[in-house]
């Protein structure tokens, strides 16, 4: 009996060290492998770097570049400094929560709700995004229907969903990667044709019309929460990861819309890959356009998963269930002819994504008052500083883009 207590305990050392020295961690009731700092970052990179990328060189050349570009920083700041209020409500809570779960708990059930209503519509419409303009992209480069590429690329994007989180953070970081090569060297390479007269024109009458993608395409939240419950707890290290991980998205759309814009004008389509196609040949389209294929395909599966853990882990629906809306809603949408790339960016950007940014900063008031774990090492300093003016333009960009629909 004795030896078998020894033996049980000497066990149990053995096993407390081959946990510690992988760095294992629970997540969601499963022990993982800890994703090091690379890893969250490639998390938050690829679960932000999708479809927008592809229609901010088309706003940008209709309002102008120079304006453009100053919306791409400016939004950039304030995407940057609420996704620094979204991790410090991460690192002070105990449980796993998606958005609307973090919502519910500092606020009450009505935000929970209100969250789930938005986040759950704007995921559908982020979802059948990724659909259209793989529809459109597939199309230019190898015709046939744009309804039977639709339906090809949502079947190979459902299958890494249905998979789960564990292939995703794989994928993700490949795919990550690669698009982030293609699109610095597509970019640097398209410098070189710049045009001057396109550097200087501005159009006043469509000053709005940037909002609502350029939000869309900066919005990587749900990424934020991601990389947080897959580092093994280090507030400095997941600080580190959330910083690079948005700032690298925000300097890779400057660079695209400066070369994209400056070499097109006014002819970038609203697929911005589709008219370099037409403009520079044959190799500018099918660099371009594998670029834009794996950008939506990395953004289709974050925001797949992510939806999927607002299911499951928010409302506790059944994982199989929750799987069944993920994959079949999107495709039902495309197949009823919901199929307008910047509409559907717009529409989810300036409103969707505006209402659910104002609730997170009050959300991250109240976490910081009464949450559950102390934050030292992520130190978010300055929060009135920082969360005026960001809740003021969130709150000016959700009214404008809400007009800008109704008229």
């Known amino acids: 009996m004795r030896r078998d207590v020894i033996s049980n305990f000497a066990y149990n050392i053995s096993m407390l060290q081959i946990i510690e020295e992988k760095k294992i961690v629970l997540h969601q009731g499963v022990y993982k492998p800890a994703a090091s700092v690379a890893d969250a970052v490639f998390m938050i990179t690829g ?17 102008g570049l120079r304006p453009g570009l100053l919306y ?40 929970k709700q209100v969250l789930n209503v938005i986040i759950i519509f704007s995921s559908f419409a982020v979802l059948l995004a990724y659909v259209v303009g793989e529809s459109e992209i597939l199309h230019s480069l190898f015709g046939g ?29 490949i795919l990550s990667l690669t698009v982030m090569t293609i699109i610095v060297g597509l970019s640097f390479g398209l410098l070189t044709k710049f045009q001057a007269q396109n550097w200087f024109y501005l159009d006043s009458s469509k000053i709005l019309l940037p909002f609502g993608v350029i939000l869309f395409a900066l919005n990587g939240t749900s990424g934020v929460i991601e990389a947080h419950a897959l580092l093994p707890g280090s507030q400095r290290h ?52 594998i670029f834009a294929i794996l950008a939506m395909t990395t953004g289709f599966i974050g925001a797949g998963i992510a939806l999927k853990q607002t299911f499951v882990w928010d409302n506790k629906v059944n994982k199989y269930l929750a799987e069944f809306f993920v994959i079949f809603v999107p495709l039902a949408l495309f197949l009823l002819g919901l199929r307008n790339f910047v509409a559907i960016l717009n529409i989810t950007g300036g409103v969707f994504f505006g209402i659910q940014a104002l609730i997170m900063i009050v959300v991250c008031y109240r976490a910081r008052k009464v949450g559950e774990l102390p934050a030292p090492r992520y130190g978010l300093n300055h929060f009135w500083l920082m969360a005026i003016p960001v809740f003021l333009v969130f709150a000016l960009v959700t009214v404008l883009s809400a007009v800008g629909l109704i008229k």
């Open 72 to 111: 791409i920083l400016v939004f950039g700041i304030v995407m940057f400094a609420l996704n620094l209020m979204l991790g410090d409500i991460a690192v002070r809570t105990k449980e796993k929560l998606q958005i609307p779960g973090l919502a519910g708990k500092y606020l009450g059930n009505w935000a």
């Open 238 to 289: 997941f600080k580190k990861a959330l910083i690079i991980g948005t700032l690298i998205p925000m300097a890779i759309y400057a660079l695209f819309a400066l070369a994209v814009v400056g070499t097109s004008g006014l002819d970038t389509t609203s697929l911005a890959t589709i008219g370099l196609g037409s403009k520079f040949g044959s190799a500018v389209l099918l660099m371009g356009n």
């Open 47 to 63: 679960m932000t770097i999708g479809a927008g990328v592809l229609g901010i060189p088309y706003v940008v050349a209709q309002v």
């Open 145 to 173: 229907e744009k309804l039977f590429w639709g339906i090809f690329f949502w079947s190979i994007g459902s299958v890494v969903v249905w998979r789960g989180l564990g292939m995703a953070k794989t994928v993700e970081k």
